[in-house]
T-cell receptor, first 112, second 113 residues
Framework: QKEVEQNSGPLSVPEGAIASLNCTYS??????FFWYRQYSGKSPELIMS????GDKEDGRFTAQLNKASQYVSLLIRDSQPSDSATYLC????????????FGTGTRLTIIP | EAGVTQFPSHSVIEKGQTVTLRCDPI?????LYWYRRVMGKEIKFLLH????????ESGMPNNRFLAERTGGTYSTLKVQPAELEDSGVYFC???????????FGQGTRLTVV
């Protein structure tokens, strides 16, 4: 079992709809959770971080964390074609360690 | 403010040759990380510097890889001798206050033939 798992997609969502991206992780003691967006040939860009159970909203983005289920998700409301990218889930699995463990990423396509 | 800069953007070398990748972090960022993505796989951690000191090098694949950060500024990652399985995209990231706000460079695509 991979430490951080994502559905690789591709996930296609109509413009204006809600895109839902999911991620599960293996270690219950994980502390920090991040979503990165990566356009083709570009650097990963941090878009959301979440550290405690519940929802965290930032503009059109909402991150949801459920530590009991070892599950973190990213919702993108009012999806735009510019949201088409690969979304990477990254987890800081070990307290005291600064390294991130990434999922393979979900490729999202917003259809105009 | 300049972002994280990596050189070169692409490198094609023959098996057995040496390649040196360079990363210039954001000015003032003490933390510098190297990651690698091989084809079809996830991005994997290689190592972490705090200033010039190696804080965690648990992800370095083997002793063909050598990372340095002289003076706590830019960092280099040398692969010697390169093998076919070293092909991939090497990312550098830097942060001021640990991993919570890490900014990534665009990566160096290394192809070993």
């Amino acid at each position: 079992q991979k430490e951080v798992e994502q559905n690789s997609g591709p996930l296609s969502v109509p413009e204006g709809a809600i895109a839902s991206l999911n991620c599960t992780y293996s270690d219950r003691v994980s502390q920090s959770f991040f979503w990165y967006r990566q356009y083709s040939g570009k650097s990963p860009e941090l878009i959301m971080s979440i550290y405690s159970n519940g929802d965290k909203e930032d503009g059109r983005f909402t991150a949801q964390l459920n530590k009991a289920s070892q599950y973190v998700s990213l919702l993108i409301r009012d999806s735009q074609p510019s949201d088409s990218a690969t979304y990477l889930c990254a987890v800081n699995l070990r307290e005291g360690s600064e390294k991130l463990t990434f999922g393979t990423g979900t490729r999202l396509t917003i259809i105009p | 403010e300049a972002g994280v800069t990596q050189f070169p953007s692409h490198s094609v070398i023959e098996k057995g040759q040496t390649v040196t990748l360079r990363c210039d972090p954001i000015s003032g960022h003490d933390n510098l990380y190297w990651y690698r993505r091989v084809m079809g796989k996830e991005i994997k951690f290689l190592l972490h510097f705090v200033k010039e000191s190696k804080q965690d090098e648990s992800g370095m694949p083997n002793n063909r890889f050598l990372a340095e950060r002289t003076g706590g500024t830019y960092s280099t990652l040398k692969v010697q001798p390169a093998e076919l399985e070293d092909s991939g995209v090497y990312f550098c990231a830097s942060s001021q206050d640990l991993i919570t706000e890490a900014f990534f460079g665009q990566g160096t695509r290394l192809t070993v033939v």
